[in-house]
């Protein structure tokens, strides 16, 4: 895309100070979990490095250990400090959110565009397979296929991207069926360009705004379906815990008052989430065709 | 859809080493498979299987050694309860709401409406179950944080509905189950309003003098009402998968709960017997939609009979 359409972009994207916002909360906590090794006072999938004595401490206790510091968000009931558990926690959903998406971007996009150009007997059959997908709930695919592989952190993915993919399928198939009518199409085609090269150069950079707003809006819903798989104990091992299996562990601690544990990872998934929506909204309202004519 | 459960259930782990107690010798351990014919190879049992279904039997639960298709059908009034909740308070709160913010949407509290359906959608179900827990029923003790109130049983079915108790039990699973939907349809009704007030028949209306709720409450909203129709009935099924969740946090006796047990104790038949009731729901849901939008878009029974 010209620099002066990016320019446009960011322009109308300006205009509503909620997705402003939202990109800067996104960015920051994209900061922090790619910084968290450096940022995190206390490394917490280091068993031997924790203290089960400062199990379950409040907010602005003091550690037992040398040097003295302070669990400035309290501790879960292992002695891990809950500052850095979160920052290690945003580091995987982000993990697993992004690459989800990534990899299901890719296939779907591939599988769209060749179902889009081609036509026919591919189309209907790859159609087909993504209609079934989507037919079924989100939730109920993942859960089905983690309790047959288990837990893991590729099993997640791959099981993210089973039941995403249809949706970048569907939108690449939608834009390539407008584009493949257009007359630069039939222009590259007279030129005696082979297939491959029409759609990976001329189709492909047409039809990536529609793909960004679902693919925004694609990695919010990953990062939110793998804390719930993880909440049900669907997800993450208990040695890498994301943030789903953080709020999980402390919901049992909640009624007795000790609410640091499932509250403040849960804020930061809800910020996390929220921001990532904030953004995708505002690339969705702008990069609407049907209100962009008015 | 059966044989790749099947398959999969089996091959996370022999159901005998979780049912049968460690201390047990081996020749408890060879009576307890021969009894649930577990010392079958697979293909016989999944045949034998395939051949019991056809009849309606579905296995007995390895857990609980009642047939699986009894706790499925037993514990489903619970959670379709919840669910017809749920979508009804997402649908009568939802429509007026997002009416509001397509007619007006410059206004203050259209823009509050819209952020508010940006937070609902993104907010994790069982966090927000979790907050309204602390908060309602800790904190205040307005509402009972968990379980299912009284029933009473109609048609042979219990329902909790008719109860004041059992609505004081639903109000908070429901709300929670119904947030993601309700910014869901305050979303499409705002999207459906805004673009069908630029449409013409609606300048006609007002050009002939309607008043305006009259041209909104009859016009504008029917013709929007097809899509909302539309994805409310496919979202059901989304809703009763998710109710999972709300079911976890609340200790809601339904099949959600029953399944995430289920598939913990690796109790194969139950969850062979909830892929197949539940996947045979949606499959009628999805029926049932498309025969009612076909019945409510006259474009689509025009281009029929002209043809």
Redesign the interface.
């Known amino acids: 895309m010209s620099s002066l359409r990016l320019r446009q972009l960011w322009r109308s994207f300006g205009r509503s100070h909620?997705a402003l916002v939202g990109a800067a909360i996104f960015s920051a906590t994209l900061f922090v979990a790619v910084c968290a090794p450096l940022l995190a006072p206390q490394m917490p999938y280091d068993l031997a490095g924790l203290n089960l004595l400062d199990a379950r401490l409040p907010p602005g206790s003091d550690w037992s250990g040398e040097p003295a510091r302070t669990y400035l968000l309290g501790t879960d009931e292992q002695g891990r400090d809950m500052l850095s558990a979160i920052m290690y926690g945003l580091r995987i959903s982000l993990l697993v959110g992004f690459s989800s998406a990534l990899i299901a971007l890719a296939i779907g996009s591939v599988l769209g565009l060749v179902a889009g150009y081609a036509g026919g007997r591919v189309d209907t059959v790859i159609m087909r397979l993504a209609d079934i997908q989507l037919?079924?709930?989100?939730?109920?695919i993942a859960?089905?296929l983690l309790?047959?592989?288990?837990q893991g952190v590729g099993k997640i993915i791959i099981a993210l991207v089973a039941v995403q993919w249809a949706y970048y399928a569907r939108t690449m198939r939608g834009a390539a069926l407008v584009e493949r009518k257009k007359e630069y199409v039939e222009a590259a085609r007279l030129q005696g360009l082979s297939h491959g090269r029409i759609v990976l150069r001329h189709l492909l950079p047409n039809c990536i705004p529609p793909l960004l707003v679902v693919a925004a809006l694609q990695v919010?819903s990953a990062v939110?379906l793998e804390?719930?798989l993880s909440?049900?104990?669907?997800g993450l091992p208990i040695t890498e815990p994301s943030l789903?299996l953080l709020?999980?562990n402390g919901?049992q601690h909640?009624?007795s008052g000790r609410?640091w544990i499932?509250v403040f990872p849960?804020m930061a998934?809800?910020l996390l989430?929220?921001s990532?929506?904030?953004v995708a909204?505002q690339l969705r309202d702008i990069l609407n065709p049907?209100?962009l004519e008015? | 859809m059966s044989l790749l459960v099947f398959v999969g259930v089996f091959a996370i782990g022999s159901p005998i080493d979780v049912l049968v107690s460690p201390e047990a010798d081996e020749a408890e351990r060879e009576r307890v498979s021969r009894t649930l014919g577990l010392d079958q190879p697979l293909w016989t049992q999944y045949g034998r299987f395939v051949v019991h279904a056809v009849q309606g039997d579905l296995g007995s639960s390895f857990v609980h050694n009642v047939p699986a298709i009894g706790l499925i059908f037993e514990r489903l009034p619970a959670t379709l309860e919840l669910a017809c909740v749920a979508m009804a308070m997402a649908v009568v709160l939802g429509i007026p709401l997002g009416l509001w913010a397509g007619l007006y949407p410059k206004s203050r509290s259209s823009k509050a409406i819209m952020a508010g359906s940006i937070v609902g959608f993104s907010l994790p179900t069982f966090w927000v179950g979790m907050m309204m827990i602390m908060l309602l029923s800790v904190q205040w003790g307005l509402l009972p944080s968990n379980g299912r109130g009284e029933t009473v049983t109609v048609a042979g079915v219990p329902l909790s509905v008719l109860t004041v108790d059992g609505w004081r039990h639903l109000l908070i699973p429901a709300l929670n189950l119904a947030l993601f939907k309700l910014s869901l349809v305050i979303r499409l009704t705002r999207a459906g309003a805004r673009e069908a007030l630029l449409q013409d028949y609606v300048k006609f209306a007002r050009a002939k003098g309607l008043r305006p709720s009259r041209v909104i409450g009859v016009h504008v909203l029917k013709n929007i009402l097809i899509p909302i129709v539309t994805v409310v009935g496919m979202e059901f099924g989304s809703v009763v998968a998710f109710a999972v969740v709300t079911e976890s946090v609340f200790s809601w006796p339904g099949i959600g709960k029953l399944l995430i047990e289920s598939i913990n104790l690796l109790d194969r038949p139950v969850v062979i017997a909830y892929l197949l009731i539940v996947v045979t729901m949606f499959v009628a849901i999805n029926l049932l939609v498309d025969l009612v939008y076909s019945v409510l878009d006259p474009r689509v029974r025009l281009s029929e009979s002209a043809t």
């Open positions: 909620l037919s079924f709930p989100a939730i109920l859960m089905i309790a047959i592989s288990g919010a939110a804390a719930t909440f049900l104990g669907l789903g709020i999980a919901y909640m009624l609410y499932s849960g998934l809800m989430i929220v990532i929506n904030l909204d049907r209100l008015h």
